[in-house]
């Protein structure tokens, strides 16, 4: 699955196109510690997070995460979408809880 399909699937908005939406998503993760995601990131994860600071992207760009989901309508702006579009990682809002989210990513053959 691409992240344009991720997108459509969670209800999603792109807000870096069109950074990263040809990439693949090869699993998926759950976390706002910052520490723990490094440890478990893996190259191609979506990561769902309520986090929209400078932090996340580099998390992000050196696991080689295809992207970072935002649930609940959170918004990212200035800098670190900045720099997430310089990187090629998407970063997706979702209206959707990231229980919501992980759900529909899992009935889609997603795995963790």
Do not use: F
Request: hydrophobic residues 50%; charged residues 15%.
């Amino acid at each position: 699955m691409t992240v344009a399909d991720l997108t459509t699937l969670i209800e999603g908005s792109l807000l870096t196109p069109p950074a990263g939406e040809a990439r693949d998503v090869s699993c998926g993760y759950t976390c706002d510690l910052l520490s723990w995601v490094m440890a478990h990131g893996k190259p191609g994860m979506a990561w769902i997070t309520v986090q929209t600071h400078l932090n996340v992207i580099a998390v992000a760009s050196l696991a080689e995460m295809s992207c970072i989901i935002l649930p609940e309508g959170i918004q990212m702006e200035g800098p670190p979408l900045d720099k997430a579009g310089q990187e090629d990682i998407a970063v997706i809002a979702s209206p959707l809880a990231a229980y919501e989210i992980c759900a529909r990513m899992a009935a889609a053959g997603i795995p963790a």
